[in-house]
């Protein structure tokens, strides 16, 4: 379905929230939203698949619909176990009833619960595409703790955020870039002027050196960039030390 959730004038624009309105038009939304958002998920699929062997568990957490934990069965034939979890109902209901691969499950539960952090015990891969902006900036790193205590000794977390860039005219820059290309993708001024205010308290977005001093302070060995467009970026972040 089409993305039209903020194609009508509303007098009062709540905060965003993963609903099932949001649900049932999300695979559009995030297309039409995140640049390279069609580059990210397949390679994080192939990434997470080229880190696990048989009998591992890879954790999608945040995995809304499910793309990600679809991506990653898709590039492994492997006997593995794909855990997708998510606090929105509409998002895992979706997930589940798109699901055919019996190595995948999903379940909803919130980020920093104790579930969440039984589910990713021993975790060989962890992802999170798009999710900590969402958490409240006092938890991130508390939650980055747990992640990384759950990994497995040769664990390796999969990071994409929005990043702001500590110059704020090339931040500027590139967020009405972001912007005028969103128009590009058919959305109104009106569309992207109510998403961007519906986004202001719940999406709080890091500088890079933010994220990568927050990643070496909780443990992690290494931190690689492997992409960027604009303001937003994905990471590898190595538990012990670089895979070859």
């Not at 999300?26 to 397949?42: A, H, K, L, Q």
């Amino acid at each position: 379905m089409r993305d039209q959730v903020y194609s009508k004038a509303q007098s009062h624009i709540v905060d965003f929230a993963f609903s099932e309105e949001v649900a049932e038009v999300f695979p559009d939304m995030i297309r039409r939203s995140v640049p390279g958002y069609e580059t990210v998920i397949p390679m994080t699929g192939l990434i997470a698949a080229r880190h696990v062997k048989a009998g591992d568990k890879i954790i999608d957490l945040g995995c809304s619909l499910g793309a990600t934990s679809q991506a990653i069965a898709g590039q492994t034939t492997k006997a593995v176990s794909i855990i997708g979890v998510d606090n929105s109902v509409p998002m895992i209901e979706g997930a589940i009833a798109a699901n055919t691969d019996p190595r995948i499950s999903f379940f909803e539960a919130d980020t920093l619960s104790e579930h969440t952090l039984e589910l990713a015990q021993g975790a060989q891969v962890i992802v999170m595409n798009f999710v900590l902006q969402f958490c409240e900036p006092t938890s991130r790193k508390s939650l980055l703790q747990a992640l990384y205590a759950a990994l497995a000794p040769e664990g390796l977390l999969i990071l994409s955020e929005k990043i702001r860039d500590p110059a704020e005219s090339k931040h500027s820059y590139f967020d009405e870039t972001h912007l005028a290309w969103k128009r590009a993708n058919g959305y109104s001024d009106l569309e992207v002027s109510q998403k961007r205010t519906s986004l202001e308290n719940v999406m709080q977005v890091d500088l890079e050196q933010e994220h990568l001093e927050r990643l070496t302070n909780v443990g992690f060995a290494s931190t690689d960039q492997w992409y960027k467009c604009m303001n937003w970026a994905s990471y590898l972040a190595w538990k012990t030390s670089r895979t070859p």
